[in-house]
C-alpha cells in the first residue's frame, strides 16, 4: 500500500546560475516537474510514494531516476525509453523569483508512455493518485494516463489534481482548456492557480470560479494557489482564503507543487474521510502547505528546495 502514487511528467529544468568568465549564461540542471515534485515532498514527509512515467535512457534519465530514489520515491513504475530523450526544460526568471519556460519535447519521452506500461496494481495500491494535464498533451500518454485514472476510480483511490497550465507545450488554448476540464471528471481535489481559474472558466471572481468547477465537477475540494497571497478554498462545509507567508523570494519554481505535496500530506495525516474534517481543520492544512511553499521558493529549483518537516512546522506555528 503507498500514500501516493503518481503519474506523469519528469523531466530535467535547466535553471539560471550566473555568468561564466566570458560572460555567458550559466544553467544548473535540477530534477521536476509537477507530478515528481509532489511526491518529493510528500517523501521528504515521510510518506510512502510511487511514481509512474516515462524518460530517456540517456544521462538525464539515469540521473531522474536516482534522483527519485535518493528522495525515498518507488521508482518500479519508470519506463526507460531507449530512442527518445529525456525532455529538457530551460526556466527563465524575472524579478521577484517569477518564472517561465522553454521546453525541448518534441517528442520527449514523458510523452510516449504507452498504456500497456502503465502499472495498474500499483495505481490501485495508493491511498490518493496523483495526475497533471501534462500528460495529456499529446498521444499515447494520453491514453496512458486515462486508463491510470479509470483503475483508480475503480477501487475508489481519491484522486487529485494539478492542470498545471503549460501553453507552449499544448497544440492550441482550445486543445488545453478541452483536455484540461476531461481530467476534472476524474478528480476529488482540484488545485489550480488564480490565471488557471480564469483560463478553465472564463471567471476571474474566486467565489464564482470555484463554486463553478466545484459543481459542475461534483469535487470535494477546490484549492486556488494566489501566489504570496495564499490559498482560496472551496470545500462542502465552507469556503475562504488563507493568508501566505512573507519570505525573501528566489526562486518560484515548484511552489505550486510544494504547496500541494504538503496539503495531501496533512490529509494523510488526518486518516479520515472528507465528511469528518471540519472546515477549521481544513484551514489548518492549508496553512501548513502556505508555509511549505513560501520556504520552497527561497531556493533555486523544486526538489532541491523542499524544507524539512521541523522548518516548516517553525514557519508555521509562528503564525498559528
Not at 495498474?120 to 494516463?145: D, R
Not at 499544448?170 to 488545485?191: C, F, N, P, R, V
Not at 488564480?194 to 471572481?205: K, Q, V
Amino acid at each position: 500500500m503507498y500514500d501516493v502514487v503518481a503519474l506523469g511528467e519528469l523531466l530535467i529544468d535547466f535553471t539560471p546560475a550566473g555568468k561564466s568568465a566570458n560572460g555567458n549564461d550559466l544553467f544548473e540542471s535540477n530534477p521536476g516537474r509537477a507530478p515528481a515534485n509532489v511526491l518529493a515532498t510528500l517523501a521528504k514527509f515521510h510518506a510512502t510514494t510511487a511514481f509512474i512515467g516515462k524518460v530517456g535512457k540517456d544521462q538525464f534519465g539515469s540521473f531522474l531516476g536516482e534522483t527519485l530514489r535518493k528522495n525515498g520515491i518507488d521508482t518500479q513504475g519508470l519506463i526507460y525509453s531507449k530512442g527518445v530523450n529525456t525532455t529538457l526544460a530551460f526556466v527563465h526568471l524575472k524579478e521577484g523569483g517569477d518564472r517561465s519556460f522553454q521546453f525541448y519535447r518534441s517528442p520527449g519521452a514523458d510523452i510516449i508512455l504507452q498504456e500497456q506500461e502503465v502499472d495498474v496494481e500499483l495505481v490501485q495500491q495508493a491511498k490518493i493518485f496523483h495526475f497533471g494535464s501534462l500528460s495529456m498533451t499529446h498521444e499515447p500518454a494520453k491514453t496512458a494516463t486515462l486508463k491510470a485514472l479509470q483503475a483508480a476510480k475503480a477501487k475508489s483511490v481519491l484522486i487529485s489534481y494539478d492542470p498545471n497550465l503549460r501553453p507552449a507545450l499544448w497544440e492550441s488554448l482550445s486543445h488545453a482548456k478541452e483536455t484540461i476540464l476531461e481530467g476534472m471528471q476524474y478528480a476529488d481535489i482540484l488545485k489550480l492557480s488564480d490565471e488557471e481559474l480564469e483560463f478553465t472558466t472564463g471567471m476571474r471572481d474566486l467565489e464564482e470560479g470555484s463554486r463553478f468547477l466545484f459543481e459542475k465537477f461534483d469535487l470535494k475540494i477546490v484549492l486556488i494557489t494566489l501566489g504570496a497571497k495564499g490559498c482560496f478554498y472551496r470545500f462542502g462545509k465552507g469556503k475562504g482564503h488563507i493568508a501566505g507567508f512573507q519570505v525573501d523570494t528566489i526562486d518560484t519554481t515548484g511552489a505550486g507543487d510544494l504547496f500541494f505535496g504538503a496539503f495531501l500530506h496533512q490529509f494523510l495525516q488526518k486518516d479520515a474521510s472528507w465528511e469528518a474534517i471540519q472546515a477549521e481543520e481544513l484551514e489548518t492544512m492549508i496553512l501548513f502547505a502556505n508555509a511549505v511553499a513560501a520556504l520552497g521558493t527561497t531556493k533555486k529549483g523544486a526538489i532541491p528546495a523542499i524544507p524539512s518537516l521541523d522548518e516548516a512546522r517553525q514557519l508555521f506555528e509562528g503564525r498559528n
